[in-house]
């Protein structure tokens, strides 16, 4: 046992939090009535919500012109 080695890293918290093993004994997502949707789709969604909230629906006024200055 080496005691300058960490015995847990942050890819180990990682990994302890995040398994791809199944359990026979545990209801899996469909059981539980989940349907996963693909990252994809749900991005995709989440980005036009953004989009469409910048969509700015205003009458713009004409342009003033600009008053010349001239130096002395």
């Avoid at 209801?27 to 539980?32: I, M, R, S």
């Avoid at 009535?33 to 713009?60: C, D, Y």
Wanted: glycine share 2%; hydrophobic share 40%.
């Amino acid at each position: 046992m080496n005691p300058f080695e960490p015995w847990i890293t942050r890819d180990k918290v990682d990994q302890f939090h995040i398994t791809d093993k199944r359990f026979p004994d545990l209801p899996g997502l469909e059981d539980l009535g989940i349907n996963p949707t693909p990252l994809e789709m749900k991005a995709i969604e989440v980005i036009r919500r953004h989009r469409q909230s910048f969509w700015v629906e205003a009458e713009l006024e004409d342009a003033k012109p600009a008053t010349p200055v001239t130096h002395m």
